[in-house]
């Protein structure tokens, strides 16, 4: 490893740190810490002992990476963002977190933002500014508050707003996720209340087995994030709302269900995940398949995958 170029009024005690990696003034990076190559660390940024910092990660003004923190390449973390140490156990040392603090590549830590002990923030996660983050953050997703909840996700974006459909009549909008569509059906209204009908085989490419339920869910939770293999699913929020965010492993977008007249069609081999319920949501799933739990892929790396091999038949033949 290469000593890095510091300030002179910063400090580098450790030894381990890659080429190209420089520190701002009044920096101080303790023994025991692990610098990548290229990181930028600007001033009166604390990097404590047993962190691991992985290549080209940005280190804002006044950031503290506690005692097990663990950035990995790319990571961009702001201006006066804390990544908690441990809490100190009651005989004085540390008391170990349940896991390891883990900020996974290409995150971003808002300025001011607070990552707990124990966390992870996933792949190209964003925390934005001035959030305490509890509890992990799944991949691509952006969290914001106090304490943090999802409030969407990277390049996902609610579909411009078309024409409406005329009354009584149903119609379809794909999306530029591949296979997943947006429907709207009729509804009929007269003295005697309102109706809203579809039909699946006709309207809904697929016969369901089974359906669920999912409701009195607090605000800050996330449902579903995972894929299913063969499933196919068709989602109806019947009461309040929520928004969908759905990826192919390629391109990714978010809806917003809030009438029960609209219903999205999730194809198998797409990423989809629930979240920004209202306290009265009530989400109505179909499926094709019956509960199989080796057929759902729970991980986003391992989608990923997944979604490569697709891609790339010829190993299969």
Same mark, same amino acid.
């Given at each position: 490893?290469?000593?890095?170029?510091? *300030?002179?009024?910063?400090?580098?005690?450790?030894?381990? /740190?890659?080429?190209?990696?420089?520190?701002?003034?009044?920096?101080?990076?303790?023994?025991?810490?692990?610098?990548?190559? =290229?990181?930028?660390?600007?001033?009166?940024?604390?990097?404590?002992?047993?962190?691991?910092?992985?290549?080209?990660?940005? %280190?804002?003004?006044?950031?503290? %990476?506690?005692?097990?923190?663990? %950035?990995?390449?790319?990571?961009?973390?702001?201006?006066?963002?804390?990544?908690?140490?441990?809490?100190p156990a009651r005989a004085g040392g540390l008391a170990e977190p349940a896991a390891a603090t883990l900020v996974r590549e290409g995150a971003v830590i808002?300025?001011?933002?607070?990552?707990?002990?124990?966390?992870?923030? =996933?792949?190209?996660?964003?925390?934005?500014?001035?959030? !305490? !983050?509890?509890?992990?953050?799944?991949?691509?997703?952006?969290?914001?508050?106090?304490?943090?909840?999802?409030?969407?996700?990277?390049?996902?974006?609610?579909?411009? #707003?078309?024409? #409406?459909?005329?009354?009584?009549?149903?119609?379809?909008?794909?999306?530029?996720?591949?296979? /997943?569509?947006?429907?709207?059906?009729?509804?009929?209204?007269?003295?005697?209340?309102?109706?809203?009908?579809?039909?699946?085989?006709?309207?809904?490419?697929?016969?369901?087995?089974?359906?669920?339920?999912?409701?009195?869910?607090?605000?800050?939770?996330?449902?579903?994030? *995972?894929? *299913?293999?063969?499933?196919?699913?068709?989602? !109806?929020?019947?009461?309040?709302?929520?928004?969908?965010? #759905?990826?192919?492993?390629?391109?990714?977008?978010?809806?917003?269900?809030?009438?029960?007249?609209?219903?999205?069609?999730?194809?198998?081999?797409?990423? #989809?995940?629930?979240?920004?319920?209202?306290?009265?949501? /009530?989400? %109505?799933?179909?499926?094709?398949?019956?509960?199989?739990?080796?057929?759902?892929?729970r991980d986003y790396d391992a989608f990923l995958e997944a979604c490569a091999q697709r891609a790339r038949p010829e190993e299969h033949a």
């Open positions: 490893m290469a000593r890095p170029e510091v *300030h002179p009024l910063g400090s580098c005690e450790s030894s381990a /740190v890659g080429v190209g990696t420089r520190l701002g003034a009044y920096t101080r990076v303790l023994e025991g810490a692990v610098l990548g190559a =290229g990181c930028q660390l600007a001033d009166h940024v604390h990097v404590a002992r047993q962190v691991v910092v992985g290549a080209r990660a940005v %280190l804002e003004g006044g950031a503290r %990476l506690g005692a097990g923190v663990v %950035l990995e390449d790319d990571v961009f973390v702001g201006p006066n963002a804390v990544l908690a140490p441990p809490l808002g300025a001011s933002a607070v990552v707990l002990a124990g966390v992870t923030v =996933g792949r190209q996660a964003q925390v934005s500014a001035g959030a !305490v !983050v509890t509890r992990d953050v799944p991949p691509m997703a952006i969290v914001a508050g106090n304490p943090a909840a999802i409030v969407g996700y990277v390049d996902s974006r609610l579909p411009a #707003a078309g024409a #409406a459909a005329p009354a009584g009549t149903y119609r379809e909008v794909p999306s530029s996720v591949s296979g /997943v569509s947006y429907h709207e059906f009729p509804v009929h209204e007269d003295l005697r209340g309102v109706l809203s009908v579809g039909e699946f085989e006709r309207q809904v490419p697929f016969s369901p087995k089974r359906y669920f339920l999912v409701y009195d869910v607090p605000s800050a939770e996330v449902r579903g994030a *995972h894929a *299913h293999r063969e499933c196919h699913q068709f989602l !109806v929020c019947v009461r309040g709302a929520i928004s969908v965010m #759905a990826d192919d492993g390629l391109h990714r977008q978010q809806w917003r269900l809030e009438r029960p007249e609209q219903g999205l069609y999730l194809p198998p081999m797409v990423w #989809a995940a629930q979240f920004a319920y209202t306290a009265d949501a /009530v989400l %109505l799933v179909f499926a094709s398949h019956l509960y199989d739990s080796a057929e759902y892929i």
